[in-house]
């Protein structure tokens, strides 16, 4: 007999304390089933058992570096997933590593490897850099409030199982680092910064002046359309990778001027050519 698919799996996983826990209160309040540290060895009997069950549509693991020998044993489950026809996504949670250790800091607890917090943060980043490459989904939260963490898993549910690819432009500043999330960066500081023009330093990207100044520039229209004409082209060979989301990241100096109205035009290019974007300014209040 021809085993029933489950509407909705979600692997929750990534970097201790980058809102795991969070993340799944997010899945529960959105109507899924969710385990937190379901053993590893358990994962495939889990499949079996609620796989006939039309009840449970919609359910969200949680997995992390707790699991003895984790890296080696879940890599080799998720490989047999689909035999076992469990058709899953991993939701990967990140943050940068002064974050981590400030959240362990202020909490006071004791990271999983058990090591200093510094040294623990740096192995484990190591021992999961192959898993966040499997990632459908990199979420960096270090910047981000629950509200918004939540914001974005909900975009993420959106996702049909066809090959729809869900598409998210951010800005940002160099100045505050590059996001963890983005897979495709784009450097936009060869553009004049309109916040040495005394008239624009104190306006963002999302104000008329500094985009009519910015499009009155040599070249300008021509990048954008090509840029945004080259990221249509690398979709479908994104989609053929299996990749369900893709992050855009434009960087200026500060993240408020320059990548800020670049990131707004393409996300509505893209949207005008019938794609499903978000549009979220990291730097655009400091």
Known sequence: MKRKKLGRIFIITGMSGAGKSQAL???EDLGFYCIDNLPIALIPQF???IGDRRY???VALGIDIREGRFFKDFIR????????????????????DEVLMQRFSETRHRHPLGKNIAAAVKQERAILMDLKARANKVIDTSKLTLGELKEILSAALELRRTAEMKLSVISFGYKYGIPLDADIVMDV???PNPYYIPSLRKKTGQDAP?????RRQPGFRNFLKGYTEQ??????LYIKEGKSYLTIAVGCTGGRHRSVYIARE????????GFSVSEYHRDIRK
Do not use: H, Q, W
């Not at 500094?210 to 910015?214: C, E, N, Q, R, T």
């Not at 990221?231 to 479908?236: D, E, G, V, Y």
């Open 189 to 191: 500081r060869f553009l």
């Open 56 to 58: 449970l549509k919609n």
């Open 231 to 236: 990221i249509k082209a690398l979709l479908p």
């Open 77 to 96: 489950t998720l490989d047999n997933l689909g035999k076992l026809g469990l058709d899953y996504k991993i939701i990967f949670l990140d943050a940068s």
């Open 266 to 273: 393409m996300a509505g290019l893209l949207a005008a050519g």
């Open 210 to 214: 500094v985009g009519a100044y910015l």
């Open 47 to 49: 499949a079996e058992l």
């Open 25 to 27: 209160k997010s899945f």
